[in-house]
């Protein structure tokens, strides 16, 4: 498709290996992940069967974010690390206050953490039958100012529209686990449409609560295991049982190339085609044979006219649930059949490192992804000792992989059934 | 395929919202000026200070759920049955069949901007589970939702920000493009926005965009009060643009439409969707230069802003205006479509609803229609919108009839 090019020009993230993007890739590339023992706040007698999470530590705060408005400001934590994220991407970027005015925010949420402290308000002095609304509501104004129901869903991109000056749409997605992936293909897409020249695209996200991940416990999406400790998170690997949380958030600049260079820019990566699609399926599983995955690529690889051997990686969703790895390998086989490009194809898995951050996963993903192109430098799927026999890819197990990525995909599958699927490309001046 | 100048014509509306379930009915109810907005009512709470709503009639949502195979509906909000109607309606006014495979369609969602399942969920497990010092047991609440399996595990998934999305695909088995938002006036945009930019780009031949969302919970609309969203003195009417306007009513509904492009579709008359600008802030929207037939536009209930918003309004220079959500309420989710639909059955039948109440205009800024619907030529017309949160929205309508 024509168009202006799109490059990505600020990187920030906040995972469970800290609070910047450098410390996140160079523990990934030693092949390190932060999942340990977590137990929900409202839990203290590790009862709770979900023992392992990837939480962000607050521990490895750099003084220099001591004072960010993040953490003074009533918000839920997840808008909490997706504005220093955002904040990052355009500390990162060189962007002054002035280019950030004309420029779009386009951040993605998730599911809301319901604070039992505002569920506690419905119970009334007198016990009736079920809880008393009447008397909720004439304590409404107790309600938490920092939790879910006091926080309209567009707030992290309010907040950061708001404190950057951005003037332009502010967007707020919403497509469960797709959607850091969704605001990035969005705001690539807006951008060489040529309706803004600028964005700060991506999300945040955490699930780590007693109902949220109850829920995804009791769906058997979240694993329970215990036998392999803290290195759980074993995508493609033949005893990987379930996803593991993480939370966090990510934010990328993307920008116009030429306005990029007008200023004196390096770019990480340039994104060059984006593709989502639907499965069709089922609302809780992906379709078996990775149907709406493979679309969700092939559309991306059309929409940057690129054909499919000229593929090097593929950062993979990868959740190390049973049904999305082997469905996932069989679209990338679907895809890259023509003579068998899938076998010299790159697959790597970042939620091995840093967990699932649900509606957030895309965007370090992403940011991985363009520094792989940047770099030549795969993260690993660790964790991967024993492939299933229907995982049968170079899943670049344990170790990081110097080799050249000229052109890579970064998927994202969210619950529901939404497909995308991003096309990122080394820079180079000249195409 | 390709060419950017493609115009996108609605090929199929479907909507339902308070005071109509399907096109034709919301219709009628602005004509009438019938309002959907009745006293609040729960079974669950109740409010003095907030005590009316634009509520969709339990007998609607059952026939709703009609619409929503079995096997989806334990997935479903109420919201998202109503957006599953919504979009039937769309898909067969249009005359098209996802199933029939012959075209390639993409999906836009937006979903209201609280989707926090009710906590109606939890009551009976918050009262079982009472106790501690600070009333509630966590122990025994988390044995009883872990172990016995108290709390519906589904509820995770109805709380999905794109459980609209999910299901919708489901129910028509879609399986193209998908982009799911989560805000009104600005997720109508967004929405509008991409599902526009894909036909015109040819990836796909047919847009269903679709909305839905209630406020019908207790937080949610005490949360819209102390925002000042919505009146808090007993209204049971809401008067936007009137100076006897007492503050927001809260709304619930879906509405749904199926765009395609002008060229692929049989001679007609047909309302194009032209340009779509969208601002942070209202005043700085840029309206179209020349002057419409007509405007459909939201007001607050509140006086000293409406009076404000008519004037920058005004720069559209209408000859005639109109608001439905004197019948609506405020729509969390759709409010950009169901104006969309207001504006295409303006234009398809050359008349203008009046807006319904309306008797002391705030300013004479804007040539509200009031009392009874008023004929007129119409050819043009801009729809303006805007969020709580200042965000404008503004849509330029064409009528044609090229037979």
Redesign the interface.
């Known amino acids: 498709m024509n168009g202006a090019r799109v490059v990505i020009t600020g990187l920030g993230a906040v995972t469970g290996f800290g609070f910047t993007w450098q410390r996140m890739w160079s523990e990934m590339l030693r092949g390190s992940h932060c999942i340990r023992p977590w137990q929900p706040d409202e839990v203290s007698d590790g009862s709770f069967p979900v023992g392992f999470a990837a939480p962000v530590d607050m521990a490895l705060l750099p003084p220099h974010l001591d004072e960010h408005p993040a953490w003074r400001l009533p918000l839920e934590k997840r808008s909490r690390y997706g504005w220093v994220a955002a904040s990052q991407a355009v500390a990162d970027s060189g962007l002054d206050a002035a280019d950030l005015r004309e420029a779009a925010v386009l951040s993605a949420s998730g599911a809301p953490h319901h604070m039992l402290d505002d569920m506690r308000l419905a119970l009334a002095e007198e016990p009736g039958a079920g809880a008393d609304w009447a008397y909720l509501m004439r304590r409404a104004d107790r309600v938490h100012a920092g939790g879910s129901l006091r926080q309209a869903s567009d707030r992290l991109a309010r907040v950061i529209a708001g404190h950057f000056g951005c003037e332009g749409p502010v967007v707020n997605i919403s497509s469960a686990c797709a959607g850091a992936a969704q605001a990035i293909g969005n705001a690539f897409q807006m951008i060489r449409r040529g309706e803004v020249e600028l964005a700060l695209a991506g999300g945040a996200d955490s699930v780590l609560n007693l109902d949220t991940m109850g829920s995804l416990y009791l769906l058997g999406a979240a694993t329970s295991e215990q036998r392999f400790g803290a290195d759980l998170c074993r995508p493609f690997d033949r005893h990987r049982s379930g996803l593991v949380a993480g939370e966090g958030g990510g934010f990328v600049v993307l920008e116009r190339l030429d306005r990029a260079l007008a200023r004196g820019a390096t770019p990480y990566a340039e994104v060059v085609g984006y593709g989502s699609s639907l499965d069709g399926y089922k609302v809780t599983a992906p379709d078996p044979q990775g149907r709406g995955a493979a679309l969700a690529m092939q559309a991306a690889l059309d929409d940057a006219g690129l054909d499919p051997q000229q593929v090097d990686l593929i950062n993979a969703h990868g959740t190390s649930t049973p049904l999305n790895d082997v469905a996932e390998t069989l679209a990338i086989k679907t895809v890259f059949a023509r003579d068998e490009h899938y076998r010299r194809l790159a697959v790597s898995a970042n939620k091995s490192q840093f967990g699932h951050l649900i509606a957030a996963a895309g965007a370090p993903e992403v940011i991985v992804t363009a520094l792989s192109c940047r770099e030549d430098r795969i993260t690993p799927t660790v964790n991967l000792h024993e492939p299933d026999g229907d995982c049968d890819l170079d899943y670049c197990a344990n170790q990081a992989v110097h080799r050249s990525v000229e052109v890579a995909l970064s998927n994202s599958f969210g619950f529901g059934g939404l497909n995308t699927s991003l096309a990122l490309r080394k820079y180079r001046r000249s195409r | 395929m390709g060419a950017f100048t493609q115009t996108i014509a609605i090929a199929g509306a479907g909507c339902v919202l308070p005071g109509g379930a399907g096109v034709e009915d919301f219709w009628n109810s602005l004509c009438a000026g019938r309002s959907g907005i009745v006293p609040l009512q729960?079974s669950?709470?109740?409010?003095n200070r907030v005590a009316a709503f634009g509520q969709i009639p339990e007998e609607v949502r059952q026939a709703c759920r009609q619409d929503v195979p079995r096997n989806?509906q334990r997935?479903c909000t109420p919201a998202v049955v109503l957006g599953v109607a919504a979009a039937r309606q769309a898909l067969q006014e249009a005359g098209v069949d996802p199933r029939q495979g012959h075209l390639r369609f993409g999906?836009y969602c937006c979903?209201g901007?609280?989707?926090?399942p009710s906590?109606?969920a939890?009551?009976?497990l918050?009262?079982e589970c009472?106790g501690g010092d600070?009333?509630?047991d966590?122990?025994q609440?988390?044995?009883r939702?872990?172990e016995t399996?108290a709390?519906d595990?589904?509820?995770?998934?109805k709380?999905?920000?794109?459980?609209l999305?999910?299901?919708v695909?489901?129910a028509f088995?879609?399986?193209?493009?998908?982009?799911?938002?989560?805000?009104g006036v600005?997720?109508n945009?967004?929405a509008l926005?991409?599902a526009c930019?894909a036909l015109r780009?040819g990836?796909i031949d047919a847009a269903l965009v679709v909305a839905a969302g209630s406020e019908l919970d207790?937080?949610?609309l005490?949360?819209l009060a102390?925002a000042g969203i919505i009146g808090t003195n007993g209204a049971r009417a809401f008067r936007p643009f009137d100076l006897d306007g007492e503050g927001g009513v809260a709304g619930e509904g879906a509405a749904a439409l199926l765009l395609r492009r002008s060229e692929d579709m049989a001679a007609g008359p047909r309302v194009a969707i032209g340009t779509i600008a969208?601002?942070?802030?209202l005043a700085?929207l840029e309206l179209p230069g020349e002057p419409v037939d007509l405007l459909v536009c939201h007001g607050t209930g509140v006086p000293a802003v409406d009076r404000r918003l008519s004037a920058v309004l005004a720069r559209s220079r209408p000859r005639h205006a109109t608001c439905a959500q004197p019948v609506t309420g405020l729509l969390s989710a759709a409010p950009g479509l169901a104006d969309l639909i207001v504006a295409r059955s303006s234009l398809l039948r050359q008349c203008v609803p009046p807006v319904a109440g309306l008797e002391r205009p705030v300013s004479a800024d804007l040539p509200f229609v009031t009392g009874a619907p008023q004929a007129a030529r119409l050819r043009s017309c801009a729809v303006v919108g805007r969020d709580d949160?200042g965000?404008g929205a503004c849509y330029r309508l064409d009528y044609a009839d090229a037979r």
């Open positions: 729960s669950l709470f109740h409010g989806l997935y999906l979903q901007g609280y989707t926090h906590l109606d939890y009551a009976e918050l009262q009472r600070d009333g509630l966590l122990r609440l988390s044995a939702v872990l399996r709390l595990p589904f509820l995770v998934l709380s999905l920000s794109n459980g999305s999910g299901v695909s489901l088995d879609l399986e193209g493009e998908c982009n799911a938002y989560m805000q600005a997720g945009q967004a926005r991409e930019a780009s990836r207790a937080l949610a005490a949360e102390r969208a601002q942070a802030e700085a949160n965000f």
